[in-house]
């Protein structure tokens, strides 16, 4: 009965140390698959308010995998299937939600529908 004790927890071990070898490295899990792409432009976002619109517009553009404004840089981030939409597409989307994307300056009438804080005129906050 000494001897099963040992050996049983020795057979534990050999099981889970060859079940880590077995999982993949971060490395490999960072890796994007075939025909996506990351796009990166800068925005005239100045709150969170103008981070939630933009993520949810960009969410509803077809490819897009995921979009991420950091508000401080105002640089939306958007990983998006290659086959679906462009770059282009993708800051003429923002254009239309009130927001400048790049080179390409806000649509009027959206940026006239956006709450006083989140224009560009206002203060940085």
Known sequence: MKFLLPLSLSFLSLLSISATAQT???AAAQTSPKGTATAKFKTSAVCD????RIEKSLAYEKG??????????????VTYKTDKT???????????TG???DDLTADTRAYNRLPDCCKKTNAVH
Do not use: E, G, N
């Not at 308010?49 to 939630?52: D, F, G």
């Not at 897009?64 to 981030?77: F, H, K, Y």
């Not at 462009?86 to 239309?96: C, Y």
């Open 99 to 101: 927001y400048d994307a």
């Open 24 to 26: 993949p490295t971060p």
């Open 86 to 96: 462009t770059p282009a597409a993708l800051r003429t989307a923002v254009q239309k």
């Open 64 to 77: 897009v995998q995921s979009a991420v404004l950091d508000v401080p840089t105002q640089i939306v981030t």
């Open 49 to 52: 308010m103008c981070k939630a």
